[in-house]
T-cell receptor, first 114, second 112 residues
Framework: SQTIHQWPATLVQPVGSPLSLECTVE??????LYWYRQAAGRGLQLLFY??????ISSEVPQNLSASRPQDRQFILSSKKLLLSDSGFYLC?????????????FGPGTRLTVL | AQSVSQHNHHVILSEAASLELGCNYS??????LFWYVQYPGQHLQLLLK??????LVKGIKGFEAEFIKSKFSFNLRKPSVQWSDTAEYFC??????????FGGGTRVLVKP
């Protein structure tokens, strides 16, 4: 079966510090990978998605970037965090096959920027 | 661009009451629709999905949703809720491509 991991689970960082959140998927190959931010009352906002190694699409302009160095690894980064980067970050994966369009979510990372 | 609206942000009800959560979307073409649920402290997980065929979709834990194309709606229902249904519920739409567009979510609190 497939599993998706995210770490760390929680993170408190000062403004201006760098960020690296990691997401890995097990039990599947060539997944589509996604980073979302969840804000209270605003649902899930898609930040980045990737259909393959080194292929990143950005959905909204922001202080964050994403990378996919390996097939089942997806990293969310920032060089300098802003207060507004605080939130709950979710990684998700989906199958490439068109028939299966659902996404499977990880446990999330709670980021607090002080 | 597509969008999803969930008009109820918070719902409070008692056990055994019926639940209906509204979801409306904006997109003119073929859609796939989903309801996800996030129980306290747990992963976001799929409740049910609509791809094609019968517009009345049954999911896990006694939930169902009806796709009404003419109304651009995909409302979630459960005839009799339990305390364990306390959670946040998200409606999502897949239009073109591999991306999901989510609604703002509805927090449901079921009082025992």
């Amino acid at each position: 079966s497939q599993t998706i991991h995210q770490w760390p689970a929680t993170l408190v960082q000062p403004v201006g510090s760098p960020l690296s959140l990691e997401c890995t998927v097990e039990g599947t190959s060539n997944p589509n990978l996604y980073w979302y931010r969840q804000a209270a009352g605003r649902g899930l906002q898609l930040l980045f998605y990737s259909v393959g190694i080194g292929q990143i699409s950005s959905e909204v302009p922001q202080n964050l970037s994403a990378s996919r160095p390996q097939d089942r690894q997806f990293i969310l980064s920032s060089k300098k965090l802003l207060l507004s980067d605080s939130g709950f970050y979710l990684c998700a994966w989906g199958r490439r096959d068109r028939v299966y369009n659902e996404q499977f979510f990880g446990p999330g990372t709670r980021l607090t920027v002080l | 661009a597509q969008s999803v609206s969930q008009h109820n942000h918070h719902v409070i009800l008692s056990e055994a009451a019926s639940l209906e959560l509204g979801c409306n979307y904006s997109y003119g073409g073929t859609v796939n629709l989903f309801w996800y649920v996030q129980y306290p402290g747990q992963h976001l997980q799929l409740l049910l999905k609509y791809f094609s065929g019968d517009p009345l979709v049954k999911g896990i834990k006694g939930f169902e949703a009806e796709f009404i194309k003419s109304k651009f709606s995909f409302n979630l229902r459960k005839p009799s809720v339990q305390w364990s249904d306390t959670a946040e519920y998200f409606c999502a739409l897949k239009a073109a491509g591999n991306k999901l567009t989510f609604g703002g979510g509805t927090r449901v609190l079921v009082k025992p």
